[in-house]
């Protein structure tokens, strides 16, 4: 799809997978400011974008447009050195001033005041990039205002530290307001204590490989790169403070070491996690490593992913055409969407102009583009601390991830059906798939069926993980939920497995406590028939036949409709069900004659593969994986 402003001829010298320089990024910064400006407020304190209002209402989105848009334009003209040939600064300035004249007023241009979250939180998530806005830019703008209007700006930024934020990344908003505060000559021990409770807060929520919790649960998404390790490494470059950079960049960097894998050869990030509108911000933590040089990718490589994921959205409809972000993944996908969200959500993806931080003859941009890690050679990956599997093959370019310890429920919080989340309850995610809209029938799913109800599967406790060469495992269990009656069965539990190897995913899955007349389902990965991509699923144990198929006809956000191969079987007390599953592109992948045998006992399951004669198995009581190769 072509994009709607001009960009530079590619440069397939210093760019020979991308194309894209540092100009492409400065281009693209420009044009989505030029769109977004289009729809100022008259003294340019809000930028009300159209489309559907977010549960903050249009005032808080119209802000959301401003501090969100400013994000773009002061890594820009940052990264210039103050640089400013189309004069966005000044811009800000004129609406940072009408903003806070009289905030709180409902009128034309006052900004929102900032509450705590359950009241009126919205403008706390835009205060962050205010003020982030506002100490990149500070030589160039702060300093230049006038002395009411730095102090009215002060006062309404004031409001992130005290008012309570939202249980989980959001405690790093006042932690960046208070950066800002006190790098200009305004911190005073309330500035000091919002560091320092956010501070507190990041050292409970690190699980270690590089992950942070969102919040006190098993929250494990996008947030880790574009939020909780964006802020605290950028505050510490920003501050020179050697101390705090040496602690949270050596964990920016163990972050990317398992990160950086998660890119398809498309650019594409794994659709995974909420907030997914924010797209191309996927990509900020690899720029940010390799601006802080806590990276353990060299700076061809991170080039090839931020400019790589950049092109994949820009490429594939993310754009209106009057060039604007557009509320989904390729283009618009409400099914992508939380409620949250509004018409300015996806300039969160501003994020990823961190890139430019990095002057023109930083190695980031004068390095030749060297192969992203999926392209160099078929890879698993465990990442025990989250529980997730990660499992990459060359020939396709495709990323999968087998999720065994990310969920979307609060330590505090009951397991309902209702609550139900497609982009954390699913088996596993990848870089050319979604998963299935809410009703319909789940992508990549163990299904616990009795009578007419079926379960979903919400909290996640992992049971371990590992890898080998050229394998690796994960494993949780959880207790199927249930929607349309009592929401649990007595004793019912499904302890799950996933080995990854090359191409190939053995699921299996031991039922325990299942009543009489008990039945399982499990499904495969979501394609649709336009698509270069085969999706199959093959029994091996505790399955009735061969797999079907059945249609989503709301299909997922790469596609307008799929179809879902589905095994289906027998349960009831203890049961044992293996599947081999596989997602590919081009000539696809053969399952039928993969494995060579299969035997299953009541707590184990070996498996022979027919390639070379290797061996996994697969025990229970405790979960353990062994992989032997003769």
């Not at 609406?95 to 900032?114: C, H, V, Y």
């Not at 950028?234 to 705090?244: N, T, V, Y």
């Amino acid at each position: 799809m072509s994009i709607p402003f001009e960009l530079p001829p590619a440069d397939r010298a210093s760019s020979p997978h991308t194309g894209y320089t540092r100009a492409h990024w400065e281009a693209v910064a420009d044009g989505l400011l030029t769109a977004a400006w289009r729809w100022r407020t008259p003294g340019g304190a809000l930028l009300d974008l159209p489309g559907r209002p977010s549960r903050s209402g249009v005032r808080s989105d119209g802000l959301e447009g401003y501090a969100r848009t400013f994000l773009a334009a002061a890594f820009r003209v940052a990264g210039a050195g103050g640089e400013d040939p189309h004069g966005w600064l000044e811009r800000y300035a004129e609406g940072l001033g009408a903003g806070t004249r009289t905030a709180g007023r409902d009128d034309t241009e006052s900004w929102p005041l900032i509450l705590d979250h359950e009241v009126q939180g919205q403008p706390m998530v835009e205060s962050a990039s205010v003020a982030l806005g506002l100490r990149l830019t500070a030589p160039w703008l702060w300093k230049q205002l006038d002395g009411g209007v730095q102090d009215r700006a002060e006062e309404w930024l004031r409001g992130a530290l005290r008012h309570t934020p939202a249980p989980n990344n959001w405690y790093l908003f006042p932690y960046t307001v208070a950066g800002f505060l006190e790098s200009v000559g305004r911190g005073d021990a309330e500035t000091a204590a919002a560091r320092e409770r956010a501070l507190e807060l990041m050292e409970g929520w690190y699980r270690g490989d590089g992950w942070y919790a969102d919040g006190d649960g098993r929250a494990f998404d996008h947030y880790n790169g574009w939020a909780l390790h964006l802020y605290p490494v950028l505050d510490a470059h920003l501050s020179g403070d050697r101390e705090m950079l040496e602690l949270h960049g050596a964990r920016l960097r163990e972050h990317l070491e398992g990160y950086a894998l998660m890119f398809g050869a498309d650019g594409a990030p794994l659709h995974f996690g909420r907030s997914l509108t924010y797209r191309f911000a996927a990509s900020a933590a690899v720029s940010l490593g390799a601006l802080t040089g806590h990276s353990p990718l060299t700076p061809g490589a991170s080039r090839r992913l931020a400019s790589g994921s950049l092109r994949y959205f820009l490429e594939r409809g993310a754009l209106s055409e009057d060039g604007l972000l557009t509320l989904g993944w390729h283009g618009p996908h409400e099914a992508s969407l939380q409620s949250y969200s509004g018409p300015a959500s996806p300039y969160w993806a501003s994020k990823a102009f961190v890139a430019l931080l990095a002057p023109a003859d930083h190695a980031l941009w004068t390095a030749v583009e060297e192969p992203a890690p999926v392209e160099e050679a078929d890879r698993v990956l465990a990442l025990p601390a989250p529980g997730l599997l990660v499992q990459a093959t060359r020939a396709d370019g495709i990323v999968r991830l087998h999720n065994h310890g990310s969920d979307h429920v609060r330590p505090h919080e009951g397991e309902t059906a209702a609550e139900d989340d497609p982009h954390y309850g699913r088996q596993a995610y990848s870089t050319r798939t979604g998963p299935t809209a809410p009703d319909n029938v789940a992508d990549n799913h163990l299904s616990v069926h009795v009578g007419d109800r079926s379960s979903v599967r919400r909290r996640l406790h992992p049971l371990g993980a590992g890898h080998g060469d050229g394998w690796g495992w994960a494993a949780s269990w959880h207790r199927p939920v249930f929607a349309g009656g009592p929401p649990m069965v007595p004793g019912l539990r499904v302890e799950s497995v996933t080995v990854a190897r090359g191409p190939y995913e053995l699921r299996v899955h031991r039922v325990v406590g299942a009543p009489a007349g008990a039945r399982v389902t499990q499904t495969g990965w979501a394609t649709g028939p336009e698509e270069d991509l085969i999706s199959a699923l093959h029994p091996l144990f505790g399955f009735d036949g061969a797999a079907g198929t059945v249609r989503a006809p709301q299909g997922t956000a790469y596609t307008r409709w799929v179809e879902v191969p589905r095994l289906t079987g027998a349960a009831g007390g203890t049961s044992l069900h293996v599947c081999l599953a596989a997602l590919g592109a081009g000539d696809g992948v053969g399952l039928a004659g993969a494995v060579r045998d299969v035997t299953v006992t009541s707590r184990a399951v070996e498996v022979v593969w027919a390639d070379d004669a290797a061996r996994t198995r697969v025990a229970f009581e405790p979960v353990g994986v062994v992989h032997e190769v003769p």
